[in-house]
């Protein structure tokens, strides 16, 4: 590989964009660049923190070329690493896929039950079709993709493009293990060997372990059966008690289900789909949440910066999203055989789940691409509960590609989430009104 790297977000008016930035500008000595740029199909979007990107890129190194673009060509040629996080609808299509289903008393969220499954089929074609511009325009460039929902996006990633250089990712697992690394007083995730499997959003942790070897799973279980994912009594007693501090600290009732794993927070859209509906709100979803917070306040701050022509005090800053894309980027490129979970296909390492299915393990990830580590069998439970969603998602991506009616149905009555055919089918409706503009006609 080249000494310096050319990079493109795509999805460049993502409200990630500037953190992923700062971490890229923040790891130049391990990771040099020469190119950063953006490429979003919403101009307006994107020149809403554009100028910010390119005065922080100026102020850290000058060298450092910056393009905003909309032009798939500029963005995509003599490019190295594409990191991609788009979100085909925005926020205000988010809002519809959490919305319309607690109307009918079922879990409302971005990535899980229907919401996910209308998500997903506005995402395939957005991704597919940024995976043909790099290869069109850089054909041995890096796809790092985390737009969501990524186990479907995944599947539909190894349906329809199975030979591309596109690795699917999410932080989530970042999120929860350093909280873990928290309870289990180390100072980095980093210092931990984890062992994990399922779907994406839909997994657990059966070993935790120093880097002695030293199993840590009991010590972070008993945290966790106490205060979830929370990582300290202290937090537990004075954090801002907003979604994520309720969905870190209700996964010590998901760990009652299996005591002997750590289970993914996610897990409780599936397991405990009643509490959830119960404790949202119609009029107020996370949806709203993220467009009055972190929308409102990242581009506040883009502006500030732009209008000022420095960031001099800016609240922009590095985020975990940003840190795990950055570490598989340098794995790639140097060859360093880092252990990362990835969502790849299963292929045996789960020996008794079928092998086509798209499971998020740990892999060894080096400049040739990764290498899944073995799992094993896993118990009836686990095994159970991934079968069924790994049929919805397979059904939401066969329903995309056949325009089919009755296979989106089919999904939606599958789903842990969706009580019966019935309520499936008066969801789906809704959904196909309000996503003409996204899905294909169906059929
Ligand atoms: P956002 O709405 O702020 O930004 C997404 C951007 O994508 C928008 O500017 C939009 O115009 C652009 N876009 C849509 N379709 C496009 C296309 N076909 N080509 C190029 N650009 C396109 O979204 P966000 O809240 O910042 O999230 C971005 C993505 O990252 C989402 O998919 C979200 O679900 C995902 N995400 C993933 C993880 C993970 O780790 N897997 C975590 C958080 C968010
Ligand atoms: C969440 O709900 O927090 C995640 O889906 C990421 C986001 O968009 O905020």
Redesign the pocket.
């Known amino acids: 590989m080249k000494n310096k790297f050319s990079i493109v977000i ?2 460049g ?4 964009t500037p953190e992923i930035i700062l971490m890229l500008l923040d790891n130049l000595d391990r990771f040099p660049l020469r190119t950063i740029k953006l ?4 101009e307006n ?2 020149n809403k923190l554009a100028k910010a990107c390119e005065i922080l890129i100026k102020e850290k190194d000058p060298s450092i070329s910056f393009v905003a673009t909309t032009n798939p060509q500029i963005a995509y040629t003599d490019v190295d690493f594409c990191l991609a ?4 609808g ?2 205000p299509m988010r809002e519809l896929d959490e919305k319309i289903p607690l109307k009918y008393s079922v879990v409302g969220q ?1 990535t899980c039950g229907p919401g996910g499954i209308a998500y997903g089929m506005r995402s395939i074609a ?1 991704v597919l ?2 995976i043909d511009y790099m290869e069109k325009y850089s054909p041995n460039c890096w796809m790092l993709n ?3 929902p ?1 186990a479907i996006v995944a599947e539909a990633t190894r349906r329809f493009r199975p030979h591309s250089r596109i690795i699917n ?4 697992p970042i999120g929860m293990e350093n909280n873990m690394a928290k309870i289990a007083g180390l100072s980095s995730r980093k210092d931990m060997d984890v062992r994990y499997y399922g779907l994406n959003h839909f997994g657990w942790y059966t070993s935790i372990k120093d880097k002695s070897g030293y199993e840590l799973l009991p010590k972070i279980s008993e945290h966790v059966k106490q205060y979830g994912y929370v990582p300290s009594q202290y937090e537990y007693e004075h954090a801002k008690r907003d979604s994520w501090f309720e969905t870190n600290l209700f996964t010590r009732e998901i760990i009652k289900t299996d005591p002997t794993t750590i289970p993914s927070s996610y897990l409780k859209y599936y397991l405990f789909q009643d509490h959830v509906v119960n404790n949202s709100n119609i009029e107020y979803t996370r949806a709203n949440e ?1 467009m009055d917070t972190r ?1 409102k306040e990242v581009f506040s701050e883009c502006k500030k910066i732009a209008e000022a022509g420095h960031s001099n005090g800016t609240t922009l800053k590095i985020g975990i ?1 940003a840190e795990f894309i950055v570490d598989l980027a340098i794995a790639l490129a140097y060859n360093t055989h880092e252990r990362m979970l990835l969502i790849v296909e299963n292929n045996g390492a789960i020996a008794n789940l079928q092998d086509d299915a798209m499971v998020e393990i740990p892999c060894i990830v080096g400049k040739d691409g990764y290498e899944p580590l073995s799992i094993g069998n896993i118990p009836l439970f686990q095994k159970g509960l991934i079968e069924q969603q790994l049929a919805v998602e397979k059904l939401v991506v066969e329903a995309w590609a056949e325009h089919s009616y009755q296979k989106l149905w089919q999904a939606l009555t599958l789903s842990k989430t969706v009580p019966s055919a019935t309520i499936a089918k008066k969801i789906l409706d809704d959904f196909i009104e309000v996503n003409k503009d996204y899905w294909p006609e169906l059929r």
């Open positions: 795509a999805g008016g993502s409200t990630y490429y979003d199909n919403d979007r994107q996080h788009i979100r085909v925005q926020l971005e957005g079709e940024n985390y737009s969501n990524a990712i999410c932080d989530m993220v929308e999203h």
